[in-house]
């Protein structure tokens, strides 16, 4: 039993899970003492609502992050493809119709930040810092920077709202859906091993005859899409938008997967991980209301998780060669 | 060949000029006197975090902590103000408090070895925090000293800021072009491994650097209080990084490091700041800035992407012809 | 201070006997491997002494600890007689050491002077200012005093690579050294330029320079040097005087055995085509045809830099061809890319196999079944009991020392490594096999085994096999036919049996079949 623990624990991503199983656990003790609340079956319908978005394009994020990337453009393409969505609705564009010309703008902005990146060879984080900046702007642009309001059809709003059971959100169930299908693509089929190498070196994936450049193009189309399902769910969630909505969640979505075990660096952490990362800010976050801790130091405190998470997963490897 | 190499330079001077003109059409008001000292004044502050930005990218690095930097160390100055400390000590303790938070950056960035982007994501989340806690309602600054250096003017024409933000740019251009510690900059930036067979401490130098850029990002503290006189952290630098680097990008600055001088960089800002006054002058909603900022980083780094290649494919005819 | 530019120590003062370096004992351990196991190195003031051993003999890491850039684990270093220890480059290079790179380390972004006085402590002036024109005028008297013309004001990225060494030259002379060590330094310098830059050395040596010159290339060994020290697994098997002793010999010491015994292959029966290349152009080379066929190990050899690793990889896709093709069993392949081409039954091992062979971080199991593990599958997901069963089989066969099949890569010894990435080609059953360099840092058994793979896979498996290579006796023993390439062309084909390793360098060299005139470097 010793044995199997110790062995367990030798292992990057299970130890991570472990880990952050325990944070969890600590942290539901720690705060339900502050307030009943905090375990009840009504707060994680809260939570998981609120961070259903967040949780989708962490899904993609993770992916992104697994080939050594990284997508900073994530929160204003969900913003601006909300407000793209919510305007055609209001010009009476029937809903479906809506929602699939916005995913496709979407996927279109995913695949000019991948198509730059990886034919054009310009740095990730200038590129979509490049792209964050110009469509913040352009949702400005929308409403002259006012808030969007009021969609002549209310039922969509049912999804975004609606419950399973009564307690699971069906965007939350969205969320569950995607990381199960991108689970079993990484476990399952040759994917999750031909980005795992491409992460870990491109050149050596390139040749061994994987596609680099077509899986990096493919990667942030995928994320670009996401994000823009996010706005969709975001949409219909809060039945209207702000042009500021959606600042922020490039970081969070990172801190989530860094926190998850996936490396900055790529090729290393699972989806399993990304997921448990979710919910563990999620209950932070909420825990953190609940006691009343301001704004500011929230945002300090996940400042220093993405550093702990970070310099956690850097020195592994060298405490391993010191043991050698 | 030196022309060549100096085309960098000029194109934003060029592109500021064009821009001027335009807006001179648009709206008379735009080339008074006034508005150009108004602009003169603007320019400052996002000029001299440029060059500290900069710097920064010389080395092949990035900090996106710019900003958060920035509403700290006012905070700290607002803070000092009220406390009555003479302006002396309170500038050089706010040039001191910049160095030390960008040695640490440094540090986190070179000794632990972690990515500069996570490390300067991070760092504007950690540091954003800080100053909101420090700063539950606004300081207003009120020391004369302060006031006549965000309002003075030298020969009643040219504003102080202005001044500073020259005397900043000339003193970094001297030290990247004159000193064996600009030198080193150029060559991490340029050749990081040949730089280590050149037996310089590639480490050691990028620290100085994040702590040098730590002590610009000081003095544009200070200029902003005096300027806006009302402090509020919240307020301060929340989209600063964009603009930033779009005044690099602009400004000739290549972000694989060792290519770009300041005077690019001055130009840049100007262009950005003469956008910036034109766009709000010509009554168009501001909005669209944000939107062209993000449009220009693109548009730089595509101008960069065909300019490298076209060095690529003259490299590969010239090998032909050997 | 200022230091004045001065050649240093006089040549005839003192005795030749006097050493100037002299290293004992050196030990090196890396974790799970031992480098250097007593090694030394005793050079003469003034004298050029060469240093040769195979790949993983311990040159290089013997010259980084010499300057500061590696900690030995034991052993002492004198130098002029004091005992030393450097921390880094920069305090070797203030002692009188310059170190000239195989990869010359030029700034594109800086100018001549900059390059030659980069963080030269010397040149500061009033209030740090650097004194450009004094730095100038001094670049230019260096530049004069070695008897090249290059303009001081020109930048990095505009210098030839001739002109790239002169400058790296000009750098070490600039430093006052007394002893320069030059790795290969002729691996990138076209042949032509060769000798040029030997008459260059020479001179450099008359103003009593002491050099260490260390170099595969055997030829220019016994053109240049005085005496060689020969290292073997990291020990010191000889130093001989050059006068006085033969290439062969000096071969034969280095590698530690009769050569003949440890190549096993036999000539095979060829039949019918395998792989017919016509006109084949690209970066680097021009004009290759050349047929494959069943069952054949065909050699490449050439010199660096003659264009054998730019054609490999344009054969496996990795880069364009600008014009020609290539027809696999007689039918053309269209899409020149690497996934294409792999699907087609073409495989490579690299040259650097670090960073395009094999993923370090990641599992024995994963690499080997990085390419394969599609083929294999139920439904729409991998197979993969059945591809660990397949990793196992190839674990076995190549007999691969890991711990288990989940252990990383990065782990285990350069023989291994490379087994690793031979087992991943070998498990999609490939038509055309691209070795290059396949023992290049491979210890000795690993080495024997990965030649006797080459002759089973052609003998059994009707593989065709192109073997590319910078190693003579590796070529001769291995190959059924050797292909010759200089400067981008081949040269000549030829039967490797009976075929003698002097004509073979020569042709290598650029040096031409008729020319029958017998010259002293080429034995």
Known sequence: MKVKIKKAFSNYNLRRYMILTGILILMLIGFSLESKVYVTPANFTNIAAKFAEIGLIAASMSLVMLTGDIDLSVGSVMCFCAFLAGTLMQSYVPVPLAVLISLAVAAAIGFLNGFMIAVMKMQPVIVTLGTMTA????????????????????????????????VIPYSFILVIVVFVILSAAMKKTRFGMDIRAIGNNASAAAFSGIKVRKYKIGLFTFNGFISGLAGIVILSRMQGIEAALGDGYEFEAITMCLLGGISINGGKGTMLGSFIGIIVIGYLKSGMN???????YQSAILGAIILLSVIAGNLEPVRKKKEK | MKSGRRSHEWAPLLSMILLFLLFTLITPRFAGLGNIKMIGKQVAINGILGVSLFLIVLTGGIDISIGSTLSLLCVLTGFLESKKIPFAIVFLQVLICGAVVGYLKGVLVTKIKLPDLIVTLAAKNLIRGIALMFSVQAYIITSPAMLSLGSGQLAGVIPVPFLCFAAVAAITAVILGKTRFGRRIYAVGGNSEAAVQAGIDVGRTKRSVYAFSGILIGVAAILYSSLYQNILASKIGSDTVNTLLAVVLLGGASMSGGRGRVLGI??????????????????STDYWVTALTGILILLSMLVQFLQSSAVFRKKLGGEKDR | MRRRLDWPGKKGEGTLAEYILQMKDIDKTFPGATVLNHAGLDVRQGEIMGLIGENGAGKSTLLKILTGLYTRTSGTILFKGREVTYASIEESADDGIAFMHQELNIFPNMTVTENIFLDRKDYVGKFGMIQKKRMEEDARKVLE???????????????????????????????????????????????????????FIRKLNRRGITIIYVSHKMVEIEAICDRVTILRNGTVVDVVNVGETTVEQMVNKMVGRQLDEYYVHTPTKNDGVLLRVSDFNGENFEQVSFELMKSEVLGIYGLAGSGTLELAETLFGYRKPTRGGVTLNGQAIKKTDIPNMVKNGIAYVPLNRKKDGFVRDMSVFENIS???????????FVDWAKNRDICDKYMEALSIKAVSRDTHVNLLSGGNQQKVVLSKWLSIHPKVLILNEPTRGVDVGAKAEIYNLIDRLVKTEELGILLISSEAPEVLGMTDRVMIMHKGRIC????????????????????????SEERQEIT
């Open chain 1, 290 to 296: 609940i006691s009343h801790i301001s704004a500011y």
């Open chain 3, 145 to 199: 005093t070695l008897g090249v013309e290059i303009d001081v004001n020109r930048m990095g990225s505009e210098l030839s690579i001739h002109e790239q060494q002169m400058v790296e030259i000009a750098k070490a002379m600039s430093m006052n050294a007394e002893l320069i060590i030059m790795d290969e330094p002729t691996a990138a310098l076209p042949e032509n330029e060769v000798e040029i830059f030997f008459q």
């Open chain 1, 135 to 166: 469509f913040r702007g352009l949702c400005y642009v929308f409403k002259q920077g006012g808030p969007m309001r009021g969609l002549p059809d209310e039922s969509f709003f049912r999804f975004g709202n609606g419950t399973l059971f009564g």
């Open chain 3, 370 to 380: 990085m390419v394969g593990c599609g083929s294999y599958r139920k439904g729409i």
């Open chain 3, 492 to 515: 000549a084909t030829l039967k490797t049996e009976g075929l003698q390793q002097e004509r073979l360098l020569k042709l290598a060299s650029g040096g031409k079949e008729e020319q």
């Open chain 2, 266 to 283: 001055v130009f840049g800002a100007l262009t950005m700041a003469v956008l910036n006054n034109g766009m709000i002058l010509a009554r």
